[in-house]
């Protein structure tokens, strides 16, 4: 190296050494390889990193699959497991090798479920009934794999319209509609139809009982009632009883 200026003369050699690249550690800022989180509805992956220097360096992720699959975008929110990796890097100052972690994302585990409505008037149709839980952020999470039985049986049903108590019961297990929620044991709830309060109209034809061998010959009772599927009548003060049922 030689230096020269008005006051100072210097010429000489000067060794400089350059440090070969230092190999790096990758570690993982959150979940841990082998760890298990829960579903919350929030990006859970954790962050690459080396330290350099005392500081923290991130670093891309290069590959991330869920249950075996690429996924886009490097979340991982749904439930699944889920394999992230960063590829090896050498910059000629510092490098390090592929690294990989594993972890999974559990389904987040509901308490039990709710009804929007749970008393019904009797309508001669299904009650149209929506069954929810209250999701990882207290949000509905609608629940359609459920089974109807009328109170006291066992039979699932299809039709449930007549006015009674019924049960709702979902099963254990992950939600066919939301694999991000499940069901550790059978949840039940009810509901109830109650009977339609009806008015009764009777029409007459005749103005005169008189009763000839136990029949009314003269008067005929006729009554309806809306919606209503069947009508009973009391006898009228006689053994047999000349009816006709319009409704």
């Keep these: 190296i030689g230096i020269s200026n008005d006051n100072y003369v210097f010429n000489g050699t000067k060794k400089i050494t350059i440090s070969a690249e230092t190999s790096q550690t990758v570690q993982w800022e ?3 390889n082998g760890g298990i989180l829960t579903y919350n509805g929030q990006n859970q992956l954790p962050k690459p990193y080396i330290v350099i220097d005392g500081e923290k360096v991130y670093l891309d992720i290069d590959s ?14 749904l439930a699944g497991s889920y394999k992230a990796t960063v590829n090896a890097v050498s910059t000629g100052n510092w490098q390090f090798g592929e690294n990989e972690i594993e972890f999974t994302i559990n ?6 479920i709710y009804l929007t409505q749970n008393v019904y008037i ?4 299904n009650p149209v009934i929506e069954v929810y839980a209250l999701g990882a952020n207290n949000e509905k999470i609608v629940i359609n794999n459920k ?12 039709d449930y319209k007549d006015a009674g108590n019924y049960v709702i019961t979902v099963a254990s297990g992950v939600l066919s509609s939301n694999a991000n929620y499940k ?13 339609m309060n009806v008015t009764v109209t009777f029409t007459t034809t005749g103005n005169n009982w008189i009763w000839q061998d136990g029949k ?6 006729t009554a309806s009632v809306p919606n209503a599927v069947k009508v009973s009548y009391g006898n009228f003060g006689a053994v047999n ?5 319009n409704g």
């Design 241 to 245: 009883t000349n009816v006709t049922d």
């Design 64 to 77: 991330l699959e869920k249950d075996g699959s690429p996924v886009t975008g490097n979340n991982a929110i």
């Design 216 to 221: 009314n010959t003269a008067v005929t009772v």
């Design 30 to 32: 959150g979940v841990q």
């Design 107 to 112: 389904p987040f585990e509901l308490k039990g």
């Design 147 to 158: 089974t109807i039985t009328k109170e006291g049986s066992s039979a699932n049903l299809t």
């Design 183 to 195: 069901f550790s044991n059978a949840v039940t709830t009810t509901f109830v139809i109650n009977p």
């Design 122 to 125: 009797y309508s001669g149709s």
